[in-house]
Nanobody, 115 residues
Framework: QVQLVESGGGVVQSGGSLRLSCAASGMVFIIHDMAWYRQAPGNERELVASITSSGSIRYADFVKGRFTISRDNAKNTVYLQMGSLKPDDTAVYLC?????????WGRGTQVTVSS
């Protein structure tokens, strides 16, 4: 059974940093494209950053220069290093895996940025 477990969320002041982790199990991690999404109350889920199995990376415009996505295939883990955090970054951050249109989600980790 595939599991994606996010961790690393919390409460941080504006301008601060956090590193999120998403540990995967029950799947062949190295062949999957991985992504981070976020969803704030009342808003639709939106893509934050993605990294393909070959290492190609894409960022949403609103995080360019502030967030960095990476993956460690030996640890079956994808990371999201977040810096210069703003109150607008407050959301539940979710991890998603995708391989040939088969995808699933983790439960998410809450990030709250105080002003």
């Amino acid at each position: 059974q595939v599991q994606l477990v996010e961790s690393g969320g919390g409460v941080v002041q504006s301008g601060g940093s956090l590193r999120l982790s998403c540990a995967a199990s029950g799947m062949v991690f190295i062949i999957h494209d991985m992504a981070w999404y976020r969803q704030a109350p009342g808003n639709e889920r939106e893509l934050v950053a993605s990294i393909t199995s070959s290492g190609s990376i894409r960022y949403a415009d609103f995080v360019k220069g502030r967030f960095t996505i990476s993956r460690d295939n030996a640890k079956n883990t994808v990371y999201l290093q977040m810096g210069s955090l703003k109150p607008d970054d407050t959301a539940v951050y979710l991890c998603r895996r995708n391989f040939r249109a088969v995808s699933s989600w983790g439960r998410g980790t809450q990030v709250t940025v105080s002003s």
